[in-house]
């Protein structure tokens, strides 16, 4: 498996289990995809979408609030973020 791959399967773990996680845990996960999903949008191309509702905002902004969320909004977060990233490392595939 690739370094992209077992992130997010990572992602998807600690999704399906969002209340073992320590809220320093949460915010790592959050950070560690904000760092991916720019450097893969580097890669492709897409580096700065220019949308008001972007992933990174929310990602951010979760990051930040890792001690307030709900075992729901963790692991929707930690969901779109894994989704996120499996699109991106689909389209970098495509150009490889």
Do not use: C, Y
């Not at 773990?13 to 580097?42: C, G, K, V, W, Y």
């Not at 897409?46 to 990602?59: M, T």
């Not at 609030?65 to 969901?79: G, I, N, P, Q, T």
């Amino acid at each position: 498996m690739s370094l992209t791959t077992d992130f997010i399967a990572e992602l998807i773990r600690a999704a399906n289990e969002p209340d073992r996680l320590t809220h320093h845990e949460i915010s790592r996960l959050f950070d560690r995809s904000i760092d991916t999903i720019r450097d893969m949008r580097e890669q492709t191309g897409i580096a700065d979408p220019h949308r008001a509702r972007d992933v990174l905002i929310d990602l951010r902004i979760a990051s930040e609030r890792a001690r307030d969320l709900s075992a729901e909004e963790v692991r929707d977060a930690l969901v779109d973020a894994a989704d996120v990233i499996r699109s991106l490392k689909i389209l970098l595939d495509r150009t490889e």
